[in-house]
């Protein structure tokens, strides 16, 4: 029995219907493992880019996200630096002068600002500056229905003051520091600087900033943050 399945193993015709057989499934095989390599390669391209698309539309939403809450947070800033000010005015046993700031001057030669209030809203030359954080400056040009306000740390601003009782003039220099000079007796660093009603320009006691030393001279740092500036309050020395 063995020997016949040699002896027709071995007729040329034979070999050949096998070896043809045996081609065709190999070519079956090789087809079917293509079909599967490809529809594996397309599914994985796919599913990449399905999630890659997924992946990209929750990074925006993200970044949308964030940018909704730093604008929701600023408004709420916003408003409580506005109830602070309404406060203040409301406290006022003086007339104040309610403004918003249109532009700011902050650069290496002038430190100022520009508010939509004027002599139409009753302000005038020399009147002061300031905000729930303390003493901005003083108005240095009115027109109908703007003014210029000269920031504190501007280098020709001047201004009296009070460190601990002592009086004081602290000068501006364009920068975020006051230097002061002194007039008589001793400060020393972290001491609160308030304005005096010395040279009738600012009410006493609103907040200038603190005593800072600097190569053994002293400075005051403002209280104010001269960037962050968007509405102010407008007051007048009394007599």
Known sequence: MLFAILAAYRHPGVVSYVNGLF???RFCFFEIFDKASRYLINLEHNFSQDVGKKIFDLQCENIKLKSQANKLDSIILENSRLKSLLKMKESSKD?????????????????????????NQNV?????????RG??????????????????????????????????????????????NLLSGEIKEGDVAESSHYGQVFQEKIMIGKVIKKNEEFFVKPSVDFSDLKYVCIGKCQD
């Open 23 to 25: 081609f065709d499934l």
């Open 95 to 119: 007339e104040t002068i309610f403004a918003k700031i249109i532009n700011i001057f902050n650069n290496d030669f002038v430190r100022s600002a520009l508010i939509n209030a004027g002599r």
């Open 124 to 132: 005038e030359l020399d009147n002061f500056a300031y905000n729930e």
């Open 135 to 180: 003493i901005i400056g003083r108005v240095i040009e009115v027109s109908d229905n703007w003014s210029k306000i000269l920031f504190i740390v501007d280098a020709n601003s001047n201004i009296p003051a009070r460190i601990s009782g002592v009086n004081v003039i602290l000068s501006g220099d364009n920068s975020n520091l006051l230097k002061v």
